[in-house]
C-alpha cells in the first residue's frame, strides 16, 4: 500500500499563491505518475495537472495553464503544485493522487489518493 498526505492548502485572495505539497510513503516503489485533482462542491473530480516518473511528460487542465506548475522530487518521494494568480474558481478540495502506470489523465487509473487539502480563494 501506498501513503499519500497532503498539505499547503488554505484561505487566500484572488491573485495570491499556494503550494501543495504531497508525501508518499509505503511502497513508493510502485508509484509512477502522480497528479492533483481537484473537487468543488456540486462538481465532479477534475484533472488539475500530473507528472510522469521523470518529470518529462506533465498535463494542465486549460483552465490552469500558465499559472500551475507540477513538480515531483523522487528522492523525497513528493510531489508539489505551484499555484500562482488563484481564482476564486479554483476553490476545492485539492486530492495527490499516485499511480502504477507510467502517466494518465484519468482520475479512475490512479491507485492511491490522499484525504485532500481545501484550498479556498477570496474575492
Known amino acids: 500500500q501506498v501513503q499519500l498526505v497532503e498539505s499547503g492548502g488554505g484561505l487566500v485572495q484572488a491573485g495570491g499563491s499556494l503550494r501543495l505539497s504531497c508525501v508518499a510513503s509505503?511502497?513508493?516503489?510502485?508509484?509512477?505518475?502522480m497528479g492533483w485533482f481537484r473537487q468543488a462542491p456540486g462538481k465532479e473530480r477534475e484533472t488539475v495537472a500530473t507528472?510522469?516518473?521523470?518529470?518529462?511528460?506533465?498535463y494542465y487542465v486549460d483552465s490552469v495553464k500558465g499559472r500551475f506548475t507540477i513538480s515531483r522530487d523522487n528522492a523525497k518521494n513528493a510531489v508539489y503544485l505551484q499555484m500562482n494568480s488563484l481564482k476564486p474558481e479554483d476553490t476545492a478540495v485539492y486530492y495527490c493522487?499516485?499511480?502504477?502506470?507510467?502517466?494518465?489523465?484519468?482520475?479512475?487509473?490512479?491507485?492511491?489518493w490522499g484525504q485532500g487539502t481545501q484550498v479556498t480563494v477570496s474575492s
Open positions: 493522487a499516485a499511480a502504477a502506470l507510467p502517466h494518465s489523465v484519468v482520475p479512475s487509473t490512479y491507485n492511491y
Open positions: 509505503g511502497r513508493t516503489f510502485s508509484i509512477n505518475a
Open positions: 507528472i510522469n516518473w521523470s518529470g518529462r511528460i506533465t
